[in-house]
């Protein structure tokens, strides 16, 4: 329990750094502690050490994990997700980071209608074009947002990307550019219910990187809870 409180101090110290090398302000990125296959005591020990928001990325784990938390944690959804399991979310979720497609969107201004709600999401972008990856085409990118734009009980604040792995940081940069860039280029549309104010990018390995290219919401898992056992 006292590593997570060091790796949490660490890990905004170094969050701290990257913005002054950047010249961003700190107050401009927020460390989303990713707690997937983690337990609930994981989770409050890191709350109690000042962390605030968590992001999970299974959707039934979640629904199992999450009633066993007390401490007021901010949860976030940041992995794939399927259209007929949207329900288990609604309402418990402050921002889903992996909107796809419009089908997806539709269903989760569905949910969110029926507690007559609005939740904010991230347009997720398949910035490396890899099969393997959700995410829509940048190239399909503006006519995905003008669309998804239109649902009621949606917030559109920003993008996400899932970059090719490398062990090198420096080769993940010009997708974490691209993905600012792409940003830019929604925002000039001045589309109505549409803030490209988050770009949520990078994880553990690079997210000194992304904050130099304009990260507001930085995924840190493996670096504040050690390596993850496979999923339960």
């Known amino acids: 329990m006292d590593d997570i409180a060091a790796n949490i ?14 010249e961003r302000h700190p107050e401009e990125v927020r460390l989303i502690a990713v707690s997937k296959v983690k337990p609930a005591e ?16 299974y959707v039934q784990e979640f629904r199992d994990k999450s009633p066993l938390v007390t401490a007021p944690v901010e949860w976030h959804f940041i992995g794939g997700l399927q259209s007929n399991k949207v329900k288990y979310l609604r309402g418990k979720v402050a921002m889903i980071h992996s909107v796809d497609r419009l089908s997806l969107a539709e269903e989760i201004s569905r949910q969110w209608g029926k507690i007559d709600a609005t939740v904010a999401i ?3 972008v398949n910035v490396g074009d890899e099969l393997t990856k959700s995410g829509c085409a940048p190239e399909e990118l503006e006519d995905l947002i ?6 009621p009980h949606l917030k559109v604040c920003g993008l996400m990307c899932l970059p090719p792995h490398s062990d090198d940081p420096e080769e993940v940069r010009p997708f974490f550019r691209q993905l600012r860039e792409l940003a830019e280029q929604v925002d000039r549309l001045q589309l109505p219910n549409v803030e490209m104010t988050e770009l949520s990018m990078g994880m553990s390995g690079d997210f000194e990187v992304a904050i130099e290219e304009g990260a507001t ?10 390596a993850r056992s496979k999923r339960p």
């Open 217 to 226: 919401l930085v995924r840190v898992g493996t670096a504040i809870f050690g």
């Open 122 to 124: 991230t347009v997720q």
């Open 42 to 57: 994981l989770i409050e020990a890191a709350y109690r050490a000042g962390q605030k928001l968590f992001g999970e990325s």
């Open 146 to 151: 003008k669309a998804v734009a239109q649902l």
């Open 9 to 22: 101090e660490k890990i905004n110290i170094r969050i701290e750094q990257a913005c002054r090398k950047a």
